[in-house]
């Protein structure tokens, strides 16, 4: 969905200009949160666009669902919106193989954010969304842009494509569309006849695997119901926390892990140099010209944290947030977590659903007796709900070992299980 792994270098340069906040009030806008659903699901608005005021990343993810449902069928909208640190998994990924999880609670419990690592940043949230995809970090540098159309019209280029129509009109000229349907900057060095109406090629493209290689910008994932299609994606603009992202998106516990779901794919990444505020004014503009056959944008405006009101957006909200444990931890596909004996505890578990299914013991320091009861206390358990694996074992063991001992605190590094929401 997004830019994901590694920090980049923007190849001309181009120095941030930090982060604009979003006006409360827009163009066009709602008087009431009230109106919302009703002006939303009005037939007669084929075409809508819309700006969050909040930062709450399990309510932009509401409204978004929101605007998913309600939305009439051949009606288009633009949504953008900014979020507080967090870190975003797609709908069928594994958070202990995409995420650092152990950082996750040591920014919660920390005194000083200044003084510990990664700095600067405090609690980050974990969410899982609605949507496939990889696995993206969020913050107040980086814009998300949705836009839900008919499943008839949807592909995946087409929405990058208008994409990097505003950012060339922006001055960024090294920006295109790759094979993968990411938005990536171009960082050859020398300047070659280009098309400038090719999404796909700018003047600093290189050959496949020559380098410089582009750096990503903007990745994006999907979720198609019977009639409509979301289309949603990251673009980093003016990120403070590109060298730290990859200490949150970077899993101790990847390498020992045999999963099924879907992996993020790793790549270089960089700030493009552009505030928030001007990108998504050329952003809203390049929509209401692309769709400009439809009709006029008649519908432009702002939603907010009022709009937790809406009881369809605050029952997503609760699914995310309040209930979020299950949803975060229930939803993962089964994994084996593969600990030999050579160099390791010697221990194979097997989860299904974030619920251990089986556990075997390859260390023989451990008693029968002792194998016996810690298969029999973690068979059946969810993993969620162990959130010390020391106390687990203690409370069921009989006795206790150095063995034990090890095998608590090897789980505990690999398979934390991080508090969630704010």
Not at 35 to 46: E, G, M, P, Q, R
Not at 360 to 373: A, C, G, P, Q, V
Not at 399 to 417: D, F, M, Q, V, Y
Request: aromatic content about 6%.
């Amino acid at each position: 969905m997004a830019p994901s792994r590694g920090p980049g270098l923007l190849r001309s340069g181009q120095a941030l200009r930090g982060y604009s906040s979003v006006p409360r009030s827009h163009s066009g806008g709602l008087r009431s949160f009230a109106t919302f659903t009703n002006t939303l699901s009005d037939a007669a608005n084929k075409l809508q666009s819309y700006i969050s005021t909040s930062n709450d990343p399990y309510l932009n993810l509401s409204i978004e669902d929101h605007i998913l449902r309600k939305s009439p069928p051949d009606s288009t909208v633009l949504f953008l919106y900014v979020n507080r640190p967090c870190v975003v998994i797609g709908r069928n990924q594994n958070p202990w193989t995409e995420v650092n999880l152990g950082i996750l609670n040591a920014a919660r419990h920390r005194k000083n954010d200044a003084e510990t690592e990664p700095p600067g940043i405090g609690a980050v949230d974990l969410v899982r969304r609605r949507s496939g995809g990889g696995t993206v970090f969020h913050d107040e540098g980086n814009l998300n842009w949705s836009i839900t159309c008919p499943r008839n019209d949807f592909t995946r280029d087409k929405h990058a494509e208008m994409v990097v129509r505003a950012l060339r009109k922006l001055g960024v000229d090294c920006a295109r569309v790759n094979e993968r349907h990411d938005i990536v900057l171009d960082q050859g060095h020398e300047k070659r006849p280009s098309d400038p109406q090719d999404t796909h090629r700018t003047p600093f493209t290189v050959a496949d695997g020559a380098l410089p290689k582009p750096l990503k910008v903007s990745g994006s994932a999907y979720k198609l119901t019977r009639l409509r299609a979301l289309h949603h994606a990251t673009t980093l603009l003016s990120s403070p926390n590109l060298h730290i992202i990859p200490q949150y998106l970077r899993s101790p516990a990847k390498k020992h892990i045999r999963a099924l779901g879907v992996e993020s794919v790793s790549s270089p990444v960089g700030n493009i140099g552009l505030d928030v505020r001007p990108f998504q004014r050329r952003l809203q503009d390049e929509f209401a010209a692309m769709y400009a056959g439809i009709g006029t944008a008649n519908i432009v405006a702002t939603v907010g944290d009022e709009h937790l009101k809406i009881p369809d957006i605050r029952k997503g909200y609760d699914e995310m947030r309040r209930q979020t444990d299950d949803w975060m931890w229930s939803q993962t596909p089964q994994f084996d977590l593969m600990l030999n004996a050579v160099d390791d505890i010697g221990i194979k578990m097997n989860v299904h659903h974030g619920i251990i299914k089986s556990l075997e013991f390859e260390n023989s320091d451990l008693t029968l007796n002792m194998r016996k009861e810690i298969r029999h206390a973690s068979v059946g358990q969810k993993l969620q709900d162990i959130r010390s694996w020391t106390a687990f074992l203690q409370k069921h063991l009989s006795s206790s070992s150095g063995t034990a001992r090890a095998i608590a605190n090897r789980l505990e590094k690999l398979l934390p299980i991080p508090e969630l929401g704010p």
